[in-house]
């Protein structure tokens, strides 16, 4: 019985981690360490600072590269499923050339293994396929935790629910019903673009928790075209972006 660890590890800043989060990987035998392209550099270049200045102890690092999901499939959902039995494959033939019986392996997710992140999903790939394995998660620093905090703003209105929700969803089906606040995620396409914007308030952030953290709100009215000006620069700036936002309808 292998143990896989999955570590929460916040939004990019080190700060981040807890004690739990520390302790799992110093106790691990080896770290899984992806690694997403040129253009995502950074993520990867986090996690070996994490492995190589945090952690008192020195796991074997085992670096891999990550496959990328196919955008043309017909269905979402088929594409996704295809890349994710990739992911799987590899994570399974890593743990089982690298991995001693009975060992500790652990991986490092950005941001939380249970908020629009898909490793738990693969790691129950791996038992459904027969592999002795033992899945343990710790919770990390979401986006949208880091998002409200740095906005200064309750996550929900009083007596009132939030959807948490993706780009593609809100693109499709507009504003959900029975609630006046959408935390949107996932989103490469400035999906509230395609809404009404009257009475609506947006807090938006791209890179939160990082040195480079962007935050703009205001009525989307106002801000919208700002907030897609400052997101397409960033993103040709930096090569890649993580950005993350909140709206609100409010009664005027």
Sequence with gaps: MITLSLVGIGSG?????????????????????????????????????????????APKIIEFDYPVRDANTPKYLDGVNTWHDALAGIWQTLLMDHVEAEGRAALMVWGDPSLYDSTLRIAGRLIARGMQL???????????????????????????????TTGRNLREFGWPEQTDSVAVMLDGECSFSSLDPTDIHIWWGAYVGMPQQTLISGPLGEVGDKIIQTRTQARTESGWIMDIYILRKIDQ
């Design 134 to 164: 033992l899945v343990k998660v710790v919770p990390g620093i979401t986006s949208l935790q880091l998002l409200t905090a740095a906005h200064g703003i309750p996550l929900n209105t009083l007596g009132s629910p939030i959807l948490i």
């Design 13 to 57: 800043n080190p700060d981040h981690l807890t004690r739990e989060a520390i302790k799992t990987l110093e106790s691990a035998d080896v770290i899984l360490l992806p690694r997403k392209g040129a253009e995502k550099s950074d993520l990867a270049d986090l996690r070996r600072m994490i492995a190589a200045e945090i952690l008192s102890t």
